[in-house]
């Protein structure tokens, strides 16, 4: 394990001798929603904490930057690009589906930098923060709003190429 010293302690694996090369990472989650008013709330930005998907890109944004604050043994990276969309969805009660919800935000984040390591905590820092801003300003009409589906979904760059 790379991240282990040989008497077992974390650490920062050295880039050192790592290539230089465009890293691109795309990451996903969703707030799913409980209250079937809370699309509608967004939509007509009638929240009490302002305009939910507005604030809650500029935290994924934010957030991507701030990645090696809050993963201990992630690298500082100078990103090239930061971009977080969010898109509203409406309910889903089908049991086919799986489990229902009264409409959810879907959101991508999309990362890239030149450099020796890859971006993937970085979109995944950026949609988690997203989401939980997304929480944070409909909690006090949702209180049942949960995160679900957080994962990369495409990375580009560096040895192991594309996924």
Known sequence: LPHLTPMGTAHMVSIADKAITKRTAIA??????TNPETVGMIKAKAMKKGDVLSVARIAGIMAAKRCP???PLAHPINLTHVSVDLQLANS???PSQ????????NIQSTVECTGKTGVEMEALTAVSATALTVID????????AYIA????????GGRSGKY
């Open 28 to 33: 996903q989650a969703r707030v799913c929603f």
């Open 69 to 71: 604050d809050l993963i």
């Open 92 to 94: 889903r009660s089908a």
């Open 98 to 105: 799986g489990t229902p919800w009264a409409g959810c935000v």
């Open 137 to 144: 300003m409909c909690k006090a009409v949702d209180k049942g």
């Open 149 to 156: 589906l957080a994962r990369v979904v495409f990375k580009d």
